[in-house]
């Protein structure tokens, strides 16, 4: 990997992060994005090298693929949140002295992360849509489990909403787990952290149910 390039790269994030009015005035938000920026680029470089992508570029992408957090979002923000990414990346990375096709292939992969649409053409090529990948990866894991308790509320509610809410969600795991990803590395990274948030769910709801009742 070009290490050079890279710290460059942290060193521009952090510093749009460091001087974000919106973070400023909100420190547990700048602090979450940046560590989810880091193990977003963490997937990512371990997607990049099962499957022969440039790591150093994967990681270059998957650290600026939420730059745009740095801006207070207006109406739509959240949704364009990757195009403009992508468009306060592009300058740097020209920076960089990047070629202009791999600036383009990294600017599409930010840009559509989200809703898969960018406003400039692009290639859905396995490097541009590892990026959505990795971000979606970083959805299921054990840090989210605890995020996703904590902001459901759920010691809050009662026995009987508990039980609800663990089989609303191992609904949609069930149905997600078979969503295509860009590469097979991806797509064995998603089954197996799939299988383990429903394996959690399953456990959590069976505690439940003998949390009520004698079960025959």
């Known amino acids: 990997m070009n290490e050079?390039?890279?710290?460059?790269?942290?060193?521009?994030?952090?510093?749009r992060f460091d001087g974000s009015a919106y973070f400023s005035a909100n420190p547990a938000a700048k602090a979450y994005r940046l560590e989810h920026t880091y193990r977003v680029a963490n997937i990512?470089?371990?997607?990049?090298?099962?499957?022969?992508?440039?790591?150093?570029?994967?990681?270059?992408?998957?650290?600026?693929?939420?730059?745009?957090?740095?801006?207070?979002?207006?109406?739509?923000?959240?949704?364009?949140?990757?195009?403009?990414?992508a468009q306060i990346a592009r300058p740097f990375l020209t920076e960089l002295g990047m070629e202009k096709d791999r600036i383009d292939e990294i600017c599409y992969g930010i840009a559509i992360h989200v809703d898969d649409q960018a406003d400039f053409p692009g290639e859905r090529?396995?490097?541009a849509l590892t990026v959505g990948d990795a971000d979606n990866l970083?959805?299921?894991?054990?840090?989210?489990?605890?995020?996703?308790?904590?902001?459901?509320?759920?010691?809050?509610?009662?026995?009987?909403?508990?039980a609800a809410f663990c089989e609303e969600r191992m609904a949609k795991l069930r149905r997600w787990k078979e969503m295509p990803l860009a590469t097979p590395t991806a797509e064995a990274l998603w089954k197996e952290r799939l299988s383990f948030y429903l394996s959690f769910y399953?456990?959590?709801?069976?505690?439940?149910?003998?949390?009520?009742?004698?079960?025959l």
Request: a negative charge.
């Open 125 to 127: 090529t396995p490097f």
């Open 4 to 15: 050079e390039r890279i710290r460059r790269t942290e060193t521009f994030l952090k510093a």
């Open 138 to 162: 970083d959805r299921f894991d054990v840090y989210r489990i605890h995020e996703t308790l904590c902001r459901e509320g759920f010691l809050e509610k009662s026995l009987a909403e508990k």
């Open 44 to 85: 990512g470089r371990r997607i990049a090298q099962k499957e022969g992508l440039d790591e150093t570029e994967m990681v270059i992408a998957c650290l600026l693929h939420d730059v745009a957090y740095c801006e207070e979002f207006g109406e739509n923000g959240w949704m364009e949140h990757g195009r403009r990414s």
């Open 202 to 215: 399953e456990k959590l709801a069976a505690q439940l149910r003998e949390s009520q009742t004698i079960c």
